[in-house]
């Protein structure tokens, strides 16, 4: 069984930065892309941002571009998601998402098969 562990999170002021960390465990890491969505109480899942198992390939959101990192260290099972300049309008639950039995990063949360409970970030004004 593929389990997905989120951690990171916390409260922190706008304009600050966290990384959030993602640790695969019960499946082959390397072979999974990997995702990171966000989701408000009341709204629909958000995508994030995206990285292929090769990390050849990223997207982000226009809402996170130019602020947010994904990276992954596939000896260590884990992806990285590294936020920086953090606004109020980032709060949410993040949550990550493993794909096996793909090349490519997925932008829709419908294309990924295994998720991780969350990790609450909270941006304060």
């Known amino acids: 069984q593929v389990r997905l562990v989120e951690s990171g999170g916390g409260l922190v002021q706008a304009g600050d930065s966290l990384r959030l960390s993602c640790t695969v465990s019960g499946g082959t890491f390397s072979s999974y892309p990997m995702g990171w969505f966000r989701q408000v109480p009341g709204n629909e899942r958000e995508f994030v941002a995206a990285?292929?198992?090769?990390?050849?390939?990223?997207y982000y959101s226009d809402s996170v571009k130019g602020r947010f990192t994904l990276s992954r260290d596939n000896a260590k099972n884990t992806a990285y998601l590294q936020m920086n300049t953090l606004k109020p309008e980032d709060t949410a639950v993040y949550l990550c998402?493993?794909?096996?039995?793909?090349?490519?990063?997925?932008?829709?949360?419908?294309?990924?098969?295994?998720w991780g409970q969350g990790t609450q970030v909270t941006v304060s004004s």
């Open positions: 998402a493993a794909r096996p039995g793909s090349e490519y990063a997925w932008v829709n949360s419908y294309d990924y098969d295994f």
């Open positions: 990285i292929s198992r090769s990390s050849g390939t990223t």
